[in-house]
């Protein structure tokens, strides 16, 4: 009992998926019942035209004929039915894709920083892509042969009830043995979606790490776990297709045993006078009917099991808690923001910026990474973050962008407790620039536009020249239009990051973040990208997380964060005097940088 209420329920999460597609199923179950249809005519113009022939009967012959016009109806009625069929399976995938990609979308960060890129991947493309495989054949697998079957067996029993009750009998004992047989297909083919998850994820890790397999021999682990991986796939799918061998051996040992049976009870029942012969060959007619049935019961077993699979995968997703979304008034920040000498925040505090009150926080409710912690950005000054790594700099920042929540205490953006913003609110008035900046598959162009994309190329190019960015753009052949390859790979580090910089200067936000901007970079990129940065954060509230003193040393105050904690905070030469943490990092970052 607890197995069927189990199955119920995901068979009502299964359907769940399907949003809008009444129109699919009733061409789902139509589609079958056609077939009975044409299956029954076909049966009845069989017994007609036979006993016509034997007892030379005129009007049985036309009403053969009339059968044989009804069925030639049907059949082109048929392929319109397939064609809506198809059509409305297109709308669905349409809907589901776009359902799966939208709550995705909405996910807090956790989600992604706790699963690998891949399995996301596989699940939104490779489950999905087979659930629309599901709806254009797997359903039919199993529904067509419940509803064939079973219109056969009760057309056979109007016919003749002893025979009927036979078949009925043999179809049961066949169902009941391909259920038994079906019970490991579950858990193999949760083991084999698994699999593929994994051999994706490992393939994914080997493109992306392919110089460094080539460069290190012992990177090269990667692969031999990818093909061992691939291994186990082509293994558990081989012993799947085995167990699906075995019912469907057994299928066909029923659906050949139950027209033999038939056959010689019928041919012996019309020599005895119990029936005549044409009911007799419109029985054999509809045998081939629960035939088809026997045959595919097992095999529709398994892919309704497929499909319960599948949509666990797809839910592995969907159920997933969306991230909160504070409910606020909309505000259009980019109006009160004026991009220009004497910038300033209409209808704000005077000197709101930003402002973080005794935060505490925690990734998985146990260690603390902030303890605490209180900032204060004043409006159009720089604040900026010291420490060792693992202080908690830069959960600091992605506190900030709205992708975690405080355990306890408060952040203020603009005046504003950060639980007033929706997330698109609270990152319109955000511009940042991290130590990787991620650039996409596209022209420089698209790329800075990404920063508001109403901008002009007029602005784009402006842009680009306060991140001084211009010059080296133009250097290449096609300009503005140049493709930067996969995550900007065509482009030096520095070229990256003055590309996003311009994509800043584009988002013309009041709040600017920079994490680690330019840790990364040689001291010539450094130089350039940092009078970019110069350029981007006159005027602007800026938080800077970083290592190097040359984005720090003009700060309008500085935290040092140790242990999740602010231990000492001033300005540069404040600091240096007091010879704590901070006059050691200093020493460090020098001794390190005379090395």
Request: aromatic fraction near 10%; hydrophobic fraction near 45%; charged fraction near 20%.
């Amino acid at each position: 009992m607890k197995q069927d209420k189990l199955t119920v329920a995901k068979l009502k999460k299964y359907l769940s998926l399907f949003e809008k597609s009444g129109a699919y199923w009733c061409c789902q179950f139509l589609i079958p019942g056609m077939e009975v249809l044409i299956s029954a005519t076909n049966a009845l113009f069989y017994q007609k035209i036979i006993n016509a022939v034997t007892n030379s009967d005129m009007a049985l012959f036309q009403a053969a004929l009339w059968f044989a016009a009804v069925v030639l109806a049907l059949n082109m009625t048929k392929c319109f039915v397939i064609y809506t069929f198809m059509y409305h399976i297109r709308q669905i995938m349409q809907r589901l894709r776009l359902r799966v990609m939208n709550h995705l979308f909405h996910l807090p960060m956790a989600y992604f920083e706790g699963h690998h890129t891949a399995d996301s991947i596989q699940k939104l493309c490779f489950n999905v892509e087979d659930i629309k495989n599901s709806l254009a054949n797997r359903h039919a697998c199993v529904i067509n042969p419940l509803i064939i079957g079973t219109a056969a067996i009760v057309m056979i029993l109007l016919l003749d009830p002893r025979i009927g009750l036979m078949v009925l009998a043999l179809s049961i004992v066949s169902v009941r043995i391909n259920m038994i047989l079906s019970k490991p297909l579950h858990d193999m083919a949760v083991r084999i979606q698994k699999l593929f998850a994994d051999c994706t994820q490992r393939l994914t890790d080997i493109l992306a790490g392919i110089d460094i397999i080539k460069m290190f021999p012992g990177a090269r682990v990667m692969t031999e776990r990818y093909f061992d991986v691939n291994e186990n796939v082509a293994a558990d799918t081989m012993k799947r297709f085995r167990r699906m061998s075995d019912i469907s051996a057994v299928e066909w040992m029923f659906g050949f045993l139950c027209n033999i049976v038939i056959l010689l009870i019928g041919v012996f029942m019309s020599f005895a006078g119990w029936v005549d012969f044409g009911t007799v060959v419109a029985i054999l007619s509809l045998q081939g009917m629960v035939s088809y049935f026997l045959k595919n019961i097992g095999s529709a077993w398994g892919y309704l099991i497929d499909c319960f699979v599948l949509s666990d995968r797809v839910f592995e997703i969907l159920d997933q808690p969306a991230a909160s979304e504070h409910p606020a008034p909309s505000i259009c920040f980019e109006e009160q923001w004026i991009d220009s000498v004497g910038r300033r925040y209409d209808s704000l505090e005077e000197d709101c910026g930003i402002k973080i009150n005794d935060a505490v926080f925690s990734y998985d409710n146990a260690q603390k990474i902030l303890n605490g912690v209180n900032i204060t950005a004043d409006r159009g000054k720089t604040a900026a973050l010291v420490g060792e790594s693992g202080g908690g700099k830069s959960t600091v920042v992605k506190l900030l962008l709205g992708f975690y929540q405080l355990d306890s205490g408060t952040i203020e953006v603009l005046g504003k407790p950060l639980e007033g913003y929706t997330p698109d609110e609270l990152r319109q008035n955000i511009a940042y620039v991290p130590q990787d900046a991620y650039l996409f598959t596209t022209t420089i162009r698209e790329n800075i536009r990404y920063g508001r994309l109403s901008a002009t190329d007029e602005e784009v190019m402006e842009a680009a020249r306060r991140a001084y960015a211009h010059d080296f753009i133009m250097s290449f052949p096609n300009g503005y239009d140049t493709m930067v390859g996969e995550r900007g790979e065509s482009l030096s580090g520095g070229q990256r990051q003055r590309i996003a910089i311009a994509r800043a200067f584009i988002r013309n936000a009041p709040i600017l973040l920079l994490d680690e901007a330019t840790s990364a970079l040689d001291s010539k990129s450094e130089q350039l990208v940092q009078k970019g940065l110069e350029a981007l954060m006159g005027g602007r509230t800026t938080l800077v997380v970083a290592h190097r003193l040359s984005t720090i040393e003009k700060a309008d105050i500085i935290y040092v964060v140790e242990h999740g904690t602010v231990c000492e905070k001033g300005r540069h030469a404040e600091l240096m005097r007091q010879g704590g943490v901070y006059n050691r990092l200093v020493e460090l970052s020098k001794s390190t940088a005379g090395v």
